[in-house]
């Protein structure tokens, strides 16, 4: 088959993300997608556009087309024909009967966020044996969440660029410790992490500084910041605003020695049985070493690559300020594997789950 006809003969493959959020994650379906030879597609709205978490990643070029609201979105997706849909974000009234609507003709993938609505919510019932759709999700825990209902594979999003990206400037003898993603404490448990950096502040050490996402106006984050600035903690303590674009996300992120979940089974139980946490994504991604509690470290198969907890979040942070940058690099040796492995391994699941719902394979080229 010659190059012009190799293109004809490619099949077209969609993924629709119509919320404002979660873009980061299809980075890592469209390089997999790319992998097994396919034409990829991604429906998004503007906003993700202009926010582009493709930025380093000009390797994968996808063909984007962008809308302006979450129906406009759909709207674009239930026009054309595909041989396969991946939705990203599989939750809401609209996006289900979008997907009801593809059904009738195109085979369909879900990625599930949050297992529990696969438990309650009757609105997936038609999904969960349907020949065509098969529920992804984002680490394995959620799927056994809801394994009695329906199976389901995983893809771990842990792929964000294909060249170098750039990191800030370094503070002398400092090591550096990230809270990503928005600032909200029914997701994080900032007042451990405040209790920690106090106690290192009152044993003298200054060799520290944290950097937390989702700088806003809100009122708990006034409450945070005030807290910082009163413990003398403000010289320690840098923010960013939220909403900020995936440049200068991706240039943070790639500037941490480690990445802060901040989520225990105590504090936020659903991050251990049916939902999974972006903070592990961006640590394995970006090779910043997680200093998380010992269950999360379990569930992620990070046990040996990350710096554990029960408790109190202060004897890790000891540990992680007292490891010398030989410990350090071989903590992302092992993290650098982890990354590989988990790419692998969704390459695998990713495939058979196409697979499962009869989407045939690319011709040859």
Same mark, same amino acid.
């Given at each position: ?144 969440? !809801? ?5 389901? #594979?995983?893809?771990?999003? /842990?792929? *964000?660029?294909?060249? %170098? +990206? ?105 991050? !251990? ?5 972006? #903070?592990?994504?961006?640590? /394995?991604? *970006?090779?910043?070493? %997680? +200093? ?74």
């Amino acid at each position: 088959m010659n190059e012009a006809g190799a293109r004809i003969a490619r099949k077209r493959f969609a993924i629709v993300e119509c919320y404002r959020r979660h873009d980061e994650v299809y980075l890592t379906t469209v390089s997999l997608l790319k992998q097994l030879g396919y034409d990829v597609h991604v429906f998004n709205v503007w906003r993700n556009r202009i926010k582009n978490s493709f930025v380093y990643a000009p390797g994968l070029k996808p063909r984007i087309r962008s809308r302006w609201t979450a129906s406009g979105v759909l709207a674009a997706v239930r026009k054309e024909r595909f041989d396969l849909v991946v939705f990203n974000t599989f939750e809401g009234s609209e996006v289900l009967s979008c997907a009801q609507d593809i059904l009738r003709h195109t085979p369909v993938l879900g990625l599930i966020h949050n297992g529990s609505m696969i438990c309650r919510l009757k609105e997936y019932e038609p999904y969960l044996e349907h020949p065509r759709c098969r529920l992804m999700v984002l680490a394995p825990h959620v799927a056994e969440h !809801f394994a009695h209902l329906a199976p389901a #594979s995983t893809l771990t999003p /842990v792929f *964000f660029f294909d060249e %170098p +990206v750039p990191s800030i400037p370094r503070t002398t003898a400092r090591r550096r410790f990230c809270v990503q993603g928005y600032f909200d404490p029914r997701r994080r448990h900032y007042d451990l992490l405040l209790k920690a950096l106090k106690d290192l502040r009152g044993e003298g050490r200054t060799d520290f500084e944290v950097y937390v996402m989702g700088r806003s106006f809100d009122r708990r984050f006034r409450d945070f910041a005030r807290q910082v600035r009163e413990a003398g903690l403000a010289a320690h303590v840098h923010y960013s605003w939220k909403g900020i674009g995936y440049r200068s996300y991706y240039r943070l992120l790639n500037s941490m020695d480690f990445i802060l979940p901040l989520i225990s089974p105590d504090s936020h139980p659903v991050y !251990f049985q049916s939902k999974s946490t972006s #903070s592990i994504a961006a640590a /394995v991604g *970006f090779n910043a070493v %997680p +200093v998380t509690h010992e269950r999360l470290a379990q569930h992620y198969s990070l046990e040996d690559t990350a710096i554990t907890y029960r408790t109190d979040l202060l004897p890790a942070l000891r540990r992680a300020l007292d490891c010398n940058d030989d410990e350090l690099a071989a903590m992302r040796v092992r993290l650098a594997t982890v990354r590989e492995r988990c790419l692998t391994d969704s390459l695998r699941e990713f495939s058979e789950a196409i697979a499962a719902v009869g989407a045939a394979q690319p011709a040859a080229t």
